[in-house]
């Protein structure tokens, strides 16, 4: 199999099943993202184009815990301080977070950033923390401390709020939107493989779009079909360092501190991108039998597991998973 760009995977399968409508492509929340726009004319189909991207770099502005100009970096330097006031926005992204939360017995935690920070990810001095250290940046996790108002929020000292696990959802969500009330008939919304949809491809039917093989960048594991609804991936491959020959990723676990070494992939489906993003983290800290219990037992939701056992990848699916299996 022809080995593409990892940035190309969506891209160029994307094209492939596309016979018109208008594309866009460019770089925002640390990643690359596809539009696609299907109106009835060139004029709508820019247009949605235009505020699609619009709401992208505006959840950009607000959502992004390192950037000092950014609410919820500012929110986190008034922790301690009882409840401040927040946008709409933010109120909306942490409410889903927390309901996220407690749905998966806080595998998935929006107050991850301490230990995100302890590994160094994002940064240039990236390292395992010691077992001391460890423990003390724990105290500072756990979701159950984050108190939510009608229009505020309050963080103990110490705590910090971390988006990662649902910005590049909630953006997707708030693009598509963007493009349906410019007038679109049907679009496409891909930032770093969190994707979102609604109505039909160019040329009819569903959109198609490919989930990248953990274990070999530039080739597809599986091609999916989409119809009014969104996917997104976690996997071990996406953020990493290695020590001591040892791959530490950032999808940490909230209770151990450890990156969660059941699986090497997640990809759900849910109705909203915000969702599939969320559950895809919070599946592949519950592991392998939990995970897939979860994904079961929740009706609005499918998914796949890839884990790897001898060195050999093997997947499970939920019964309503769209998914295709690329042969070797």
């Known amino acids: 199999m022809k080995r593409l760009p990892k940035a190309l995977l969506f891209s160029l399968l994307l094209v492939a099943s596309c016979c018109t409508g208008e594309r866009e492509s460019f770089f925002a929340m640390d990643t690359m993202v596809e539009l696609v726009s299907v109106g ?15 709401a992208i770099e505006d959840v950009e502005r607000w959502a992004d815990s390192r950037n000092p100009e950014a609410e919820v970096f500012q929110l986190n330097q008034r922790a301690g301080e009882g409840p401040v006031t927040v946008s709409a926005a933010l109120a909306r992204i942490l409410e889903t977070s927390i309901e996220v939360a407690e749905d998966s017995n806080g595998a998935f935690d929006p107050t991850v950033l301490p230990l995100i920070l302890a590994y160094g990810f994002g940064g240039e001095n990236q390292g395992v923390p010691d077992a001391e250290e460890l423990q003390a940046v724990l105290s500072y996790v756990d979701y159950r401390q984050v108190k939510l108002g009608e229009n505020s929020v309050e963080i103990p000292s110490g705590f910090a709020l971390d988006l990662g696990g649902v910005a590049k959802g909630y953006a997707a969500d708030e693009a598509l939107r ?3 009330d410019a007038g679109a008939e049907a679009g496409l919304v891909n930032i770093g493989g969190d994707i979102a949809v609604f109505g039909e491809r160019p040329g009819g039917g569903p959109w198609r779009v490919g989930v990248q093989h953990p274990r070999a960048p530039g080739e597809l594991f599986a091609v999916l079909t989409l119809e009014n609804e969104a996917v997104a991936t976690s996997g071990d491959y996406e953020r990493y360092f290695i020590e001591d020959d040892v791959r530490y990723h950032h999808l940490l676990d909230p209770k151990t501190g450890l990156p969660a070494r059941e699986l090497v992939s997640v990809t759900v489906v849910a109705p909203s991108c915000v969702l599939a993003d969320a559950y ?10 939990e995970g897939f219990k979860h994904l079961e037992a929740n009706d609005s939701l ?3 597991l890839i884990l ?21």
């Open 308 to 328: 790897e056992e001898d060195g050999l990848l093997k997947h499970i699916t939920t019964e309503g998973f769209p998914v295709q299996i690329p042969p070797d």
């Open 40 to 54: 009835a004319d060139g004029w709508t189909e820019q247009a949605a184009l235009k505020r699609a991207r619009e």
């Open 178 to 180: 963007a493009m349906w």
């Open 302 to 304: 499918e998914g796949m």
């Open 280 to 289: 895809a983290t919070a599946v592949f800290i519950l592991g392998h039998n």
